[in-house]
């Protein structure tokens, strides 16, 4: 179970925060580039106001990618299985590093931009098809654990992207086509690795009706002596199901029966994107600055906020199981809370005296604990607990869908906000992150060590009433 949670997250949520983390890095080399391709193609210098443009272009294409990438992952685990969607999504993996290697030999940025977008759509399907997988092989009592390893996966990712940014590495101007073509690395491990591993058991079971399969795969994650329990839970769903085929998204918006968990994954999943992370990363350069660090040294210093993640994605995996995903998310956006009221007095309060920009630098770090901690790990956790087999696929579309578009609203308003209100928008993020906090603490049960079915009983009387 601990390899295939491995081989999964390699080629899925791992690129995803690889590439978000990668982009950063070569930043500079890649405006310089676009100044000598333009000049060199039409014998005069690219305007500044292109260059911004198309650097957007560059940065923002992968989330428009991303976007495609949740509406295409759902249909693609149905069709080609959970595994097969997996496989099939590192050859758009592999594409997207040769275009994206070759941009700068040939002159073509707009290799760069082709290349970018397609890397988006791999991390979509990713980020929709690794949970599913996850969740669907995870035994009850290991699935919080387990379902964390997305989250593991992203967070590695981040630090891994920007370790390997570091100039020292290959965040030097000769080598960042290399930086960006390195994701096609992740693609090659899973295609070596994945395919050792069975299908899904409940796809194989529910979705093919292949019996034997379904009990050869159970056995292989399960070992001999306990599979037969898990292969008992996913008959009692397929017999709730009755045959009843998987749901599109357009389905699932006008079934009654998940109308809460529909509403929750939608607030949790905008929640996560709008808590106020962004804005943790964008001040951070300038805390350190202002605490005396150099220049030269703060992207080491910046290190130190995706280790964090990666800490706490650890931490909540070690934990989930448990005490349990309610306390862990609700602590984590109570949290987010304070931290962000400390940050907001901090901030005003800068220049009053020496110590207070360690304060600031202490609650960053705070702050993105807190996040690792709850949101940030246990959202795509619950996504997957929430729903029964039919309605998973669409379930994460939906979800993927609203986060790559909270992801690209945010990339796009959050300048505006951070120049209008300064500091203060912190208190924007406070007032979110409390208000989610008090929406699980009314709505969400607990879901550890219930099954797929305890937990839609438990939704049946927000669903219908308390006469139902």
């Given at each position: 179970l601990f390899l295939a949670v491995c081989a999964v997250?390699?080629?899925?949520?791992?690129?995803?925060?690889?590439?978000?983390?990668?982009?950063?890095?070569?930043?500079?080399?890649?405006h310089k580039f676009l100044n000598e391709s333009w000049t060199s193609r039409y014998h005069e210098a690219l305007s500044p106001s292109l260059?911004?443009?198309?650097?957007?272009?560059?940065?923002?294409?992968f989330s428009l990618g991303g976007l495609c990438g949740a509406l295409m992952g759902g249909s693609m685990a149905i069709w080609l299985g959970r595994k097969g969607a997996l496989l099939m999504n590192n050859i758009i993996a592999i594409l997207a590093s040769i275009l994206m290697g070759i941009s700068f030999p040939t002159g073509l940025f707009e290799l760069l931009i082709a290349g970018r977008f397609?890397?988006?759509?791999?991390?979509?399907?990713?980020?929709?098809?690794?949970?599913?997988?996850?969740?669907?092989?995870?035994?009850?009592?290991?699935r919080g654990g387990?379902?964390?390893?997305?989250?593991?996966?992203?967070?590695?990712?981040?630090?891994?992207?920007?370790?390997?940014?570091?100039?020292?590495?290959?965040?030097?101007?000769?080598?960042?086509?290399?930086?960006?073509?390195?994701?096609?690395l992740p693609a090659f491990a899973q295609l070596l690795f994945l395919p050792w591993f069975p299908e899904s058991p409940r796809y194989l079971l529910i979705d093919r009706g292949d019996e034997l399969s379904?009990?050869?795969?159970?056995?292989?994650?399960?070992?001999?002596?306990?599979?037969?329990?898990?292969?008992?839970?996913i008959q009692r769903e397929c017999s709730a199901l009755d045959g009843e085929k998987p749901k599109t998204p357009w389905q699932l918006f006008s079934d009654r029966g998940v109308k809460w968990q529909l509403i929750t994954v939608i607030v949790m999943t905008v929640g996560q994107q709008l808590s106020g992370i962004n804005a943790i990363y964008f001040y951070a350069t300038y805390i350190f600055e202002q605490a005396g660090i150099s220049p030269e040294k703060i992207p080491y210093v910046t290190?130190?906020?995706?280790?964090?993640?990666?800490?706490?994605?650890?931490?909540?995996?070690?934990?989930?199981?448990?005490?349990?995903?309610?306390?862990?998310?609700?602590g984590g956006y109570l949290?987010?809370?304070?931290?962000?009221?400390?940050?907001?007095?901090?901030?005003?309060?800068?220049?009053?005296?020496?110590?207070?920009?360690?304060?600031?630098?202490?609650?960053?770090?705070?702050?993105?604990?807190?996040?690792?901690?709850?949101?940030?790990?246990?959202?795509?956790?619950?996504?997957?607990?929430?729903?029964?087999?039919?309605?998973?696929?669409?379930?994460?579309?939906?979800?993927?869908?609203?986060?790559?578009?909270?992801?690209?609203?945010?990339?796009?308003?959050?300048?505006?906000?951070?120049?209008?209100?300064k500091q203060y928008c912190f208190l924007v993020f406070l007032l979110e992150c409390s208000s989610v906090a008090a929406f699980i603490f009314l709505v969400i049960p607990e879901t550890?060590?219930?099954?797929?079915?305890?937990?839609?009983?438990?939704?049946?009387?927000?669903?219908?009433?308390?006469?139902?």
């Open positions: 997250g390699i080629g899925g949520t791992f690129q995803y925060g690889y590439n978000v983390s990668i982009i950063n890095a070569p930043t500079q080399h890649i260059l911004t443009f198309l650097w957007s272009v560059i940065a923002s294409i397609l890397i988006g759509i791999n991390s979509g399907i990713g980020i929709c098809v690794q949970p599913l997988y996850i969740g669907e092989v995870a035994p009850k009592h290991l387990m379902a964390m390893g997305t989250s593991i996966f992203l967070t590695g990712g981040i630090l891994t992207g920007q370790i390997i940014g570091l100039r020292e590495l290959l965040g030097g101007e000769a080598y960042w086509p290399l930086l960006l073509s390195s994701s096609c379904c009990a050869k795969a159970l056995k292989r994650f399960h070992g001999s002596p306990e599979y037969r329990r898990e292969m008992e839970d290190l130190g906020t995706g280790a964090c993640e990666c800490l706490t994605a650890l931490t909540c995996g070690l934990l989930i199981d448990y005490v349990g995903r309610r306390y862990l998310i609700i949290l987010m809370t304070f931290w962000s009221i400390v940050l907001t007095f901090s901030l005003t309060y800068q220049e009053l005296n020496s110590w207070v920009p360690y304060v600031s630098m202490a609650a960053i770090f705070a702050f993105i604990l807190s996040f690792g901690l709850g949101p940030g790990g246990i959202t795509n956790t619950l996504t997957a607990e929430l729903f029964i087999q039919s309605s998973r696929p669409a379930a994460y579309m939906i979800a993927g869908a609203v986060s790559w578009v909270s992801f690209f609203t945010i990339g796009m308003l959050f300048p505006f906000i951070v120049n209008g209100l550890k060590n219930k099954s797929f079915l305890e937990i839609k009983k438990e939704f049946h009387k927000l669903n219908f009433g308390r006469n139902s």
